[in-house]
């Protein structure tokens, strides 16, 4: 039991992808045995747990997949149908639990004790529910191949994303098998309804989801049960009619409806129409409809309501973003003045929209706000912020248990690497990596994802030299690579490859036209001295010879650094490495990118279908350079925000004498490595902008503050928290020897026990509670303010919780019953 919760309370703060097979899934198998080994003495505890992580926890795709696990095991199936009610809560819960089931069973039937469940939950549900979620699917369909274009230029004009007949063919056939297939298909409403025969208690309703029409007759009317025991009256007016379920009244329908106005606004906020979060996520689009003065009240008075925000739940780093989306300069606030006095309804203006590979610009058309905010308005609002983020901070932050004179040292990784997206959900790490050169913290390769080459080296305590290399390694014919250097306007300015093998510190090793018993071609650039108008370098491969990369075995790229200096190593270093593979024969594997300060390397892995040499993969350079310099203009959340905004809540919460923030990078211009948050002011997101100019101070690189924790340590100041805040999972166990390893033996032999926790922020390392037999080290994997609860709260306390947790008891059968209720007759 105590397993289980450790193994929750670590990846819950990153869910696992759930992808049923426990045979490549190591976290589901982890999880199906757990289960197993605790029902052989307490089959409940597994439903209790169930119930546990639905509401106290509020992860949906763990109850569902542990429910479904419950359903696998005997002991717990007499359980489960009472359990399935009290664990769900929307009608896609019901639908992606059944397909967790069909995945770990293999068979798309459903067990009675789910049917039954099922039918139970359905019943539940209001036609608000059945509306919102009516054409639900689970999981979601792909999206349907988009038509390509005819080419452009010279030639035919040939599509290099239209595969050969017979590789198009076969692609065809496995779609149409996957779409048939029984699980892998989308489940519906309509086939949960059908399958368990549910709705009996709400039969209007029912139909309406499986658009039936009103019956002919009044035999026909009782038969389908729309007479509700007597209840209700046919209506023959209503005969052939189709069942509708009305369109639920909610912020996305009405705006969907009828636009974004100031009217509509109004009428949701008067209607309380607008839940918390989207007011939050909405504050932009309803400063720029130009709503009433009474509106603003509202939202302020709601911003300022300590039960409001408590309720919400809210992370403070939505906050952040709410109070970075209203910032406007005086500039923008005397724009939209001067739209406003003149005479056009709509101003055209370029926006980016999405994030990595899907970025792009497009001109949008914006309405003329006729009311636009003002200096004092928005400085009403950024109090308002700044009041929900210390009501956040108080009721939404659980404060890290200290005695009294001792602390909590909060360190703060803001180094290049912590630049990075701050993103939701799975992250896409390379299918097919090698065993790449790995950081001390062990951040895999992560498509789409910069890595800062400076602060990668300052791992190691190495200089990065900015003498880079890219190799192709193969067996077999033809193969090409190549790189394409593009200025900062998206312009080709050079590409060098076989027949062209050196520009400007760019050096290519020649071509190979066979290599039968295994190759290379290496492309090098001296970073430092490559002119200013090389923006962007895109390395691609070829075929020339015609074949798929899965038909080349040992087809492989590899990054490298070809003049490190250091402590641990000279010479050459491999960076990373990973594998070409797939029925496409080019593709852009990676890119170097041109920063304001250094260079980043990006793992792309784009593919098309055909294309003998770098310049037929022209077209898709560009379109990933759009979506670069796009995705960097949508000002997304850093690492660094969510990061140091955690240790700024954390401190409010808490108090200046019992919580230290520390930033930490490498040496800046004034030789300082970290900087100690001291006097900051009352106001959270105030100090967050502080610090974020202080951050900028710092150097790229990442070097642990140890100076810092040795004074500490000499000082014999109690601490009795060190929380670190990075892109990776830094473990005392597996380095004994790395200099924070050795702080933490030393502070704890001659000082006293501490508490150390590791928080991947970027959330690609491998959790773990008690990591190497020490209770006091957690390895934490994941972005959230939850991450707190884990650190406050003792896995004990969480297992008694549990405990307490009540499930209703099995349904006895209808025979049982019928014998009790005549024992209690006679």
Known sequence: KMQVMQLLGTFLLG????????????????????????????????????????????????????????????????????????????????????????KLHGSISLPSCLKKGFADKFDEFGEYQLAKYLNAKIPKPAPAPTASGKGKGKGKGKDMDEKDPED??????????????????????????????????????????????????????????????????????????????????????????????????????????????AMLRNLRNILMAGVSGNAHESILWRLKSAQQVANSKQMPVRFLSAFEAIDFDDATLEKLANEAAGDADFIEEEKAVG???????????????????????????????????????????????????????????????????????PKKIHESALTPHRRSTGRPIVEGQDMDLDDYFSQAGQRHSKKLSVSMTWIGQDLDLSVMVLDKGGNQVVSVSYSNTEWTQIWHSGDITSAPYGAEEVISVDLDNLPPTAYMLFFTVNSFSGQTFDALPEAAISLRDDGLTGESNEGTQEICAFRLTGTHKAVIACSLIRKDKGWAFRCLNTPQAQGMTVQSLLDKIKKEFA??????????????????????????????????????????????????????GPKVLANFRRCTAEAAQLGRGTELPIAYLQELSAARVPIDHLILLTDGLISPAKNPGDALSRWLASYRAGVKPMKFACIDVLGLGKPCLGEGNNAHDALISGYSEATLRYLTQEPGAQLAEVEATEVPPPKKPRKEKAEAASGETA
């Open 15 to 102: 869910e696992p992808a759930y992808r049923g097979d426990t045979g490549s899934d190591p976290v589901a198998a982890e999880l199906l045995a757990l289960c197993q080994k605790i029902a052989k003495d307490d089959p409940i505890f597994v439903l209790k747990l169930c119930c546990y992580v639905r509401h106290t926890l509020s992860f949906r795709n763990t109850a569902n997949f542990l429910l479904a696990t419950a359903v696998q095991i005997d002991e717990c199936r007499p359980y489960v149908r009472t359990a399935v009610p009290k664990c769900t809560n929307l009608p896609t819960d019901l639908l992606e639990l059944w397909s967790y089931w069909r």
């Open 168 to 277: 198009a063919a076969k692609a065809k056939e496995d779609q149409l098998a996957k779409a048939h297939d029984p699980l892998t298909r989308p489940l519906t409403m309509k086939t949960l309804i059908r399958t368990v025969h549910a709705g009996s208690k709400n039969p209007e309703a029912t139909c309406g989801v499986l658009r039936k029409r009103y019956p002919m007759t009044e035999e026909e009317f009782k038969m389908m049960g729309l007479d509700l025991g007597g209840t209700k009256n046919f209506d023959p007016e209503r005969a052939a009619e189709k069942f509708r379920i009305p369109v639920p009244k909610t912020w996305e329908t009405q705006l969907s409806e009828k636009g974004n106005t100031a009217e509509v606004w109004e009428d949701l906020i008067k209607s309380k129409s607008l839940p918390f979060m």
């Open 355 to 425: 994030t990595g590979k899907e970025a792009k610009k497009i001109m949008k058309k914006r309405k003329v706000c006729r009311n636009p905010p003002t200096k004092e308005l928005l400085n009403k609002y950024r109090d308002a912020l700044e009041i929900a983020v210390s009501l956040a901070a108080r009721n939404n932050v659980p404060p890290l248990e200290c005695k009294e004179g001792s602390k909590a040292i909060v360190l703060v990784d803001v180094s290049g690497s912590m630049e990075s997206p701050l993103t939701q959900g």
């Open 627 to 680: 979506a670069a310099e796009a995705d960097a203009a949508t000002a997304q959340k850093r690492l660094m925000d969510a990061a140091l905004l955690l240790a700024l809540c954390l401190r409010e919460r808490m108090g200046e004498d019992k919580c230290e923030v520390v930033l930490f990078s490498s040496p800046g211009k004034d030789g300082q490595a970290y900087k100690i948050l001291r006097s900051l």
